[in-house]
């Protein structure tokens, strides 16, 4: 069972949103990193939907929510519009965030629709700050050059165009690790070069002065930390931190040899996760009947 919805942010922008699976089930909010779309938690809706109730949107500027205003508050935003659209008044759920998903959550930590909805949170290859500083694509020092080199890669405004064996070779080097399989590498390189060139510029602007250090204090809620120990992008020092720092960090997963792209190059992984945290959540509910 699948449906679609609208949701309405708070700047009056139309956020793209999908719900899979039957009503009433447990649920699941999974949202989703830059340059990518709904079409990135594929594997997730597939083996969760039989028996959850899972949600996904198209963050600003990808899949089919157009682009407008962009930022981390906006980012929170559509979170909020999103959770108020598709769960119930008080409704609480497991929300799951890969990358840029990751900061939304971290983004609306604060925020009261957070707080109504959130039952647990999976952060997936992600991090709050430093994260063009830190960034390993460019094997080079650490320093001021490669931070410098690494902003204009990321940000550069050339169009991607149609996927080539090239071109999936150099998504492979920087976002996923050395062994990911050639479909899951397929895979992840659809979805990237479908994403609208000015939207991949401008977030990735975003995600250069990224500070949500103060949102991961506030994320008050049992989190677990996944990364893989090859993510170039977001290297593990970034989930390290996060673990370090959260106030109720349930676990540190680390992916041996999986890279940025973790719910594609290990979902299997990623989807356990996510069903230990429903589980939880199921059980909680039963206690409290």
């Not at 899949?63 to 409704?91: M, Y």
């Not at 940000?155 to 064996?165: E, I, S």
């Not at 992984?269 to 199921?282: D, H, M, N, Q, Y």
């Amino acid at each position: 069972m699948s449906r679609t919805l609208t949701a309405v942010s708070a700047d009056g922008s139309q956020i793209h949103v999908e719900v899979h699976g039957p009503d009433g089930a447990p649920a699941v909010v999974l949202a989703h990193g830059w340059t990518c779309s709904t079409e990135f938690w594929a594997a997730q809706i597939r083996e969760l939907a039989g028996d959850h109730r899972v949600v996904v949107y198209d963050q600003r500027g990808h899949g089919r929510t157009p682009a407008t205003a962009v930022g981390t508050d906006v980012l929170a935003d559509d979170l909020e519009a999103v959770l108020g659209a598709a769960l119930s008044p008080g409704e609480k759920a497991v929300l799951a965030g890969h990358s840029m998903g990751g900061m939304t959550l971290m983004a609306a930590s604060g925020r009261a629709a957070f707080t109504e909805h959130a039952a647990s949170v999976l952060l997936c290859s992600t991090g709050s700050s430093r994260l063009i500083d830190e960034s390993l694509i460019l094997p080079m020092r650490a320093g001021r050059l490669r931070t410098r080199l690494t902003g204009l890669i990321l940000g550069a405004r050339a169009p991607l165009g149609p996927v080539t064996p090239l071109s999936k070779r150099i998504l492979k080097y920087a976002t996923m690790g050395p062994g990911s399989a050639p479909e899951r590498v397929a895979e992840c390189a659809r979805i990237v070069h479908a994403c609208p060139r000015m939207s991949r510029v401008t977030w990735s602007q975003v995600l250069a002065g990224l500070d949500l250090d103060a949102g991961v204090r506030e994320l008050r809620v049992p989190t677990v930390v996944l990364s893989g120990t090859a993510d170039r992008l977001t290297p593990i020092v970034h989930a390290r931190r996060l673990a370090a720092a959260l106030p109720q960090c349930l676990e540190l997963v680390e992916l041996d040899g999986m890279g940025h792209m973790t719910p594609v190059e290990a979902p299997e992984a990623v989807t356990a996760k996510i069903r230990e945290l429903v589980t939880t959540l199921v059980k909680a509910k039963e206690e409290a009947a």
